[in-house]
């Protein structure tokens, strides 16, 4: 199973904008589904977003439609989050996933990452 390393997390006043990456080790197939999920302190993790490899359809969780925006890097096997207007509820571990499955449901999600830290200052 190829691995899944997320990168491009840090600090960031609210507001303001990152963008994180996410890299498998080997070829992403067509027919995955590539999702972004976070974890904030004491909290479930959530789903953020969703592309489907083959078409780009993408999906996005309320709390972030109209900010977020995920997509297919130059390369073929990354995943990026572009994240603007960043809010202090963003605050989050976040973690690349790789499924099969057009789901919010991270249990349809069997290749996970290491998860990479945003914060958001008020």
């Known amino acids: 199973q190829a691995q899944l390393v997320e990168s491009g997390g840090g600090s960031v006043q609210a507001g303001g904008s990152l963008r994180l990456s996410c890299e498998a080790s080997?070829?992403?197939?067509?027919?995955?589904?590539m999702g972004w999920f976070r974890q904030a302190p004491g909290k479930e993790r959530e789903f953020v977003a969703l592309?489907?490899?083959?078409?780009?359809?993408?999906l996005y969780a309320d709390s972030v439609k109209g900010r977020f925006t995920i997509s297919k890097g130059n390369n073929l096997n990354i995943v990026n989050l572009q994240m603007n207007v960043l809010k202090p509820d963003d605050t989050a571990v976040y973690y690349c996933?790789?499924?099969?499955?057009?789901?919010?449901?991270?249990?349809?999600?069997?290749?996970w990452g290491q998860g990479t830290q945003v914060t958001v200052a008020s």
């Open positions: 592309i489907r490899w083959n078409s780009g359809r993408t």
């Open positions: 080997g070829r992403i197939y067509s027919s995955s589904v």
């Open positions: 996933a790789r499924g099969s499955q057009y789901s919010t449901d991270q249990r349809e999600y069997f290749n």
